[in-house]
């Protein structure tokens, strides 16, 4: 499975972004998708994940501002961030714990993206 993101960018503070990831492959499921980040200098943090029922986690910095959802029809995750802030900025990835068929075994294969930046100016 690859996932390739889209959506990051240069915003000023108080905008917003979307964030896109599709999952592309053959015969795969995938039940949790996510979004992490990571700041120059700092280690990789978790956004916010949604399961395939739609159950979702965020962290508590973004809590409020950011929306994560997916079609799973379209093995696609999004991220909403408004009223983005300075601190906002980082690469952010995508990730999702993917089962291959026809056996559909655990555990899961971890898959990243390959990252798009996100830029907030003050």
């Known amino acids: 499975v690859q996932l390739v993101e889209s959506g990051g960018g240069l915003v000023q503070a108080g905008g917003s972004l979307r964030l896109s990831c599709a999952a592309s492959?053959?015969?795969?499921?995938?039940?949790?998708m996510g979004w992490y980040r990571q700041a120059p200098e700092k280690q990789r943090e978790l956004v916010a994940t949604v399961r395939f029922d739609g159950r979702t986690n965020y962290a508590d910095s973004v809590k409020g501002r950011f929306t994560i959802s997916r079609d799973n029809a379209k093995n696609t995750v999004y991220l909403q961030m408004n009223s983005l802030k300075v601190e906002d900025t980082a690469v952010y990835y995508c990730?999702?714990?993917?089962?291959?068929?026809?056996?559909?075994?655990?555990?899961?294969?971890?898959?990243w993206g390959q990252g798009t930046q996100v830029t907030v100016s003050s």
């Open positions: 990730n999702a714990d993917v089962i291959y068929g026809p056996g559909w075994t655990l555990p899961a294969d971890d898959v």
């Open positions: 492959g053959n015969d795969f499921k995938i039940n949790v």
